[in-house]
């Protein structure tokens, strides 16, 4: 009976662990559609206005006193701009970072592997 009960253990800790992979797959690939469907309505908006839009909530970033970049985190506000659904992260349904210097822009988010991310950019002039 003790070894039934052991041999039951271990393959239960084997099959949770392979599980949680699972789990940590789906969810990046559910912030790698995420990305993409904020990348596709990011330069459909593009086309259609010629601008790329700075929100008033904006953090401004600099280098050696220089402006580099505006970001901000993308809510529900700034969805409506790009005149799409609120996606947000699916772990803890956290924002995506949105960067730009009014020529390209850019959404960056991590994923759960190891310290790996995916970053979608795009220029134009």
Known sequence: MIIVIVILAILSTIWFISFQSYIKDARNTNRIQNLSLISNSIDLFLIKSNILPIPKDRVDLYLSWKLIWYQWVLTNEHFQIFNMPN??????RSNYLYYTDKKKWQVLWYLEWEDLYYLNSTKYN
Do not use: S
Request: proline share 17%; aromatic share 0%.
């Open 87 to 92: 996606v947000t992260d699916p772990l803890d």
